[in-house]
C-alpha cells in the first residue's frame, strides 16, 4: 500500500514557475513508477509527466514538454513537478500516482492516487 499526498499548488501569473512535491509513505518506493496528471474543470483527467523508479527515464505530454520537469528523491519518499513557463491553460488539480515498475501515460494503469493540488495561473 502507498499513500500520497500532494503540495505545493496555488495561484501563480502567466509565466511564473511552481514546484508541486508528492510526498509518499507506504513500503518499496523504490519500487514505483510515478506519474503527475491533472484535470481542469468540465475536463477529463490528462496526463502530464512520468518516470521510471530510479529517475532515469522520463516521458512527458507535448503541452509541457520543455516547460515541466518530473524528478523523484528516492531517500526524501518524495517526486516533484517543477513547472516553469506557466500558462492559463495549466490551470487544474494535479494528482500524483504510482504503480509498480513501469511508467505509462494512462491513468487507468495506476493503483495509487493523491488527492489533488490546485494550481491556477492567472493571465
Known amino acids: 500500500q502507498v499513500q500520497l499526498v500532494e503540495s505545493g499548488g496555488g495561484l501563480v501569473q502567466a509565466g511564473g514557475s511552481l514546484r508541486l512535491a508528492c510526498a509518499a509513505s507506504?513500503?518499496?518506493?523504490?519500487?514505483?513508477?510515478m506519474g503527475w496528471f491533472r484535470q481542469a474543470p468540465g475536463k477529463e483527467r490528462e496526463f502530464v509527466a512520468t518516470?521510471?523508479?530510479?529517475?532515469?527515464?522520463?516521458y512527458y505530454a507535448d503541452s509541457v514538454k520543455g516547460r515541466f520537469t518530473i524528478s523523484r528523491d528516492n531517500a526524501k519518499i518524495t517526486v516533484y513537478l517543477q513547472m516553469n513557463s506557466l500558462k492559463p491553460e495549466d490551470t487544474a488539480v494535479y494528482y500524483c500516482?504510482?504503480?509498480?515498475?513501469?511508467?505509462?501515460?494512462?491513468?487507468?494503469?495506476?493503483?495509487?492516487w493523491g488527492r489533488g493540488t490546485q494550481v491556477t495561473v492567472s493571465s
Open positions: 518516470l521510471n523508479w530510479n529517475g532515469d527515464s522520463t
Open positions: 500516482a504510482a504503480r509498480r515498475f513501469m511508467t505509462s501515460a494512462r491513468a487507468i494503469d495506476y493503483d495509487y
Open positions: 507506504g513500503r518499496a518506493f523504490g519500487n514505483y513508477a
